[in-house]
C-alpha cells in the first residue's frame, strides 16, 4: 500500500515539475474530460488525498476551492500543507486496518460502508486515473508526458541486488 502511495507522490511531483515549463495560461485552459485543466486537476488529486485520510481518522473534512489555488505555487503549497497529514497515516498502515469499516453518511441519508483498505485503495486508483488524464493533455499540447512507469524508481529495495 506505502509502495503505491510513494509512487504517485513520486509521479506527482514528478508533473509539478514538468508543469514548470508550461504557462500559467496553457494550465489553465479548459479541457475535455477531466475536472476541467491541468493545474485543476493536480488540485484535485490533492484535495481528494487528503479528505479521505480525514474522513477515514475520523477528522474534519472540508472542501477547498480551486479559486483560492489558481498557480502552480499555490497548489504546490496546499499539497506541501496536506502532505504533513497524509504521510504519517500513510506510512502507520498496517494490516489490521484492512478491515476496519468506515460508514459514508449520504446526504440522502443513506449509509454506506467499505473497508478502510478498499478507501485506500481507490485513493491510489484516483490518482492513477487523473494521471492519464494529464498525459493525454500533455501529449495535446505537444510535450511528452511524465513516465508513468513504477519500475526503475526504486520504491522497492528489499530484492537482493538492491540497495
Same mark, same amino acid.
Given at each position: 500500500?506505502?509502495?503505491?502511495?510513494?509512487?504517485?507522490?513520486? $509521479? &506527482?511531483?514528478?508533473?509539478?515539475?514538468?508543469?514548470?515549463?508550461?504557462?500559467?495560461?496553457?494550465?489553465?485552459?479548459?479541457?475535455?474530460?477531466?475536472?476541467?485543466?491541468?493545474?485543476?486537476?493536480?488540485?484535485?488529486?490533492?484535495?481528494?488525498?487528503?479528505?479521505?485520510?480525514?474522513?477515514?481518522?475520523?477528522?474534519?473534512?472540508?472542501?477547498?476551492?480551486?479559486?483560492?489555488?489558481?498557480?502552480?505555487?499555490?497548489? &504546490?503549497?496546499?499539497?506541501?500543507?496536506?502532505?504533513?497529514? $497524509?504521510?504519517?497515516? $500513510?506510512?502507520?498502515?498496517?494490516?489490521?486496518?484492512?478491515? &476496519?469499516?468506515?460508514?459514508?453518511?449520504?446526504?440522502?441519508?443513506?449509509?454506506?460502508?467499505?473497508?478502510?483498505?478498499?478507501?485506500?485503495?481507490?485513493?491510489?486508483?484516483? !490518482?492513477?486515473?487523473? =494521471?492519464?488524464?494529464?498525459? =493525454?493533455?500533455?501529449? !495535446?499540447?505537444?510535450?511528452?508526458?511524465?513516465?508513468?512507469?513504477?519500475?526503475?524508481?526504486?520504491?522497492?529495495?528489499?530484492?537482493?541486488?538492491?540497495?
Amino acid at each position: 500500500m506505502q509502495t503505491f502511495f510513494q509512487y504517485n507522490w513520486m $509521479v &506527482r511531483e514528478q508533473w509539478y515539475e514538468w508543469c514548470g515549463d508550461i504557462s500559467e495560461e496553457e494550465l489553465l485552459a479548459t479541457r475535455i474530460g477531466g475536472v476541467g485543466s491541468i493545474l485543476k486537476t493536480l488540485f484535485h488529486i490533492v484535495d481528494v488525498e487528503w479528505s479521505w485520510i480525514q474522513v477515514l481518522q475520523g477528522k474534519p473534512d472540508f472542501q477547498e476551492d480551486f479559486e483560492r489555488y489558481k498557480t502552480l505555487q499555490q497548489v &504546490r503549497e496546499l499539497d506541501a500543507k496536506f502532505h504533513t497529514e $497524509v504521510e504519517p497515516f $500513510v506510512t502507520a498502515w498496517h494490516e489490521g486496518l484492512e478491515q &476496519r469499516i468506515f460508514e459514508d453518511h449520504l446526504p440522502d441519508g443513506r449509509i454506506v460502508t467499505d473497508a478502510w483498505g478498499e478507501v485506500m485503495r481507490h485513493v491510489i486508483a484516483h !490518482e492513477i486515473h487523473h =494521471v492519464g488524464q494529464l498525459s =493525454v493533455w500533455a501529449r !495535446e499540447i505537444g510535450k511528452p508526458p511524465v513516465s508513468a512507469n513504477l519500475i526503475g524508481r526504486g520504491l522497492i529495495n528489499s530484492l537482493p541486488g538492491k540497495a
